[in-house]
């Protein structure tokens, strides 16, 4: 095991939490962590859709080691559910395939009961997936036939927020879903409407939790704006114009908030990324750095039968960030940090 190595111009290393606007790609929106930590070397932990707003968690420097592991958190979404019509791309992006008669409350909120815990899924066609080497979106705006296979997903919970109805049925529902990693908001639409005899897409979408990071506390929060039914039905159907995604003066206030809100890894950080914190021995240091075959009395703070569980190595003489482990019967290395 090789320490990661550095240089003198090592960027900024931590975790920021972002929150993007709508019509901006998740990409794009790291342009303004890029600029303002003048770095490269950043990475999101999962992806929102250009139509969607809300938190992006961006690791930078020697943190992006850690985005695969953030990814795997538990996420929260508010979902505002348009009914009566299905689009191919399943929001309000994609063209109308679909029209149907809208659901009633009582046959809505019996199904919203049964959409929780383990479940099914398949994919949106429209998505980034990969089928025989190629992006299923790619397929898909070609006009060929995409067939993704279910996966397994699970709902930790459904509310329904906010309902808009007349006298037919439900036009709207707003609804919060706190899921698993890999499920789709957008499927869910798809499949709670189908469950309802109905059709629907998304009118709107915002990321609010992904495990305890919280959108409240992300840069740029304070742009985005309340989101309901009304807000996000007028933004999706044309009834008001998005901000400028590049306004000077918005982008300078964003980069000053990025590099206020750059968040160094420490043990309390380290404990909301779903790791148990703990302090490698002085006397170990020359031991973990070249490798060698790692055992609980290195290290201070593990519990006594050690669980399965996932460690960040903190060290004892300075408390920097060295490190991740896997712990257990056997203990291994994630990655080092030199």
């Known amino acids: 095991m090789q320490p990661e190595k550095t240089g003198k111009t090592n960027p900024p290393s931590g975790i920021v939490l972002f929150a993007k606007r709508s019509g901006l790609t998740s990409f794009s929106a790291l342009f303004t962590i890029k600029h303002a930590l003048k770095t490269g070397r950043v990475g999101h932990t999962g992806t929102l859709d250009s139509f969607a707003s809300g938190l992006l968690v961006v690791c930078s420097g020697t ?13 929260e979404y508010e979902a505002v559910l348009k009914f009566g019509v299905q689009t191919d791309t399943l929001d309000y992006t994609g063209s109308v395939v679909r029209k149907t008669a809208l659901p009633r409350r009582e046959v809505l909120t019996a199904v919203l009961s049964e959409f929780t815990g383990s479940l099914q899924q398949v994919p949106p066609e429209f998505s980034a997936l990969h089928v025989n080497g190629h992006r299923a979106s790619d397929l898909a705006r070609q006009g060929k036939k995409v067939e993704l296979p279910p996966r397994k997903i699970f709902i930790y ?35 709670i409407a189908a469950a309802c005899g109905s059709s629907a897409h998304l ?12 959108l409240e506390d992300a840069a740029g929060s304070d742009l985005l704006g309340p989101f309901t039914i009304d ?5 999706a159907y044309g009834q008001t114009a998005e901000p400028a995604p590049r306004d000077p003066a918005v982008e300078a206030a964003l980069q000053q908030a990025v590099c206020g809100k750059l ?10 990324c779903d790791l148990i914190p703990v302090t490698l021995r002085t006397a170990y240091g020359s031991d973990f750095f070249n490798g060698r075959q790692l055992d609980r009395t290195m290290f201070t703070d593990f519990p006594v039968p050690v669980p399965e569980t996932s460690a960040a190595v903190f060290s004892e003489t300075d408390g920097r960030f060295l490190g991740v ?11 080092v940090i030199h």
């Open 325 to 335: 482990i896997k712990a257990g019967p056997r203990f291994t290395y994630d990655f």
């Open 157 to 191: 919970k459904n509310e329904l927020l906010e309902i808009k109805e007349s006298s037919c049925g439900v036009e709207y529902a707003r609804i919060l879903f706190t899921v698993s990693r890999g499920t789709y908001i957008r499927s869910l639409a798809r499949d």
């Open 63 to 75: 943190m992006t080691r850690m985005v695969s592991r953030i990814t795997e958190l538990s996420k």
């Open 231 to 235: 807000t996000a039905a007028a933004a």
């Open 263 to 272: 968040r160094p890894m420490t043990p309390a950080l380290a404990a909301e």
């Open 203 to 214: 009118a709107g979408l915002r990321r609010t939790r992904v495990g305890s990071f919280r």
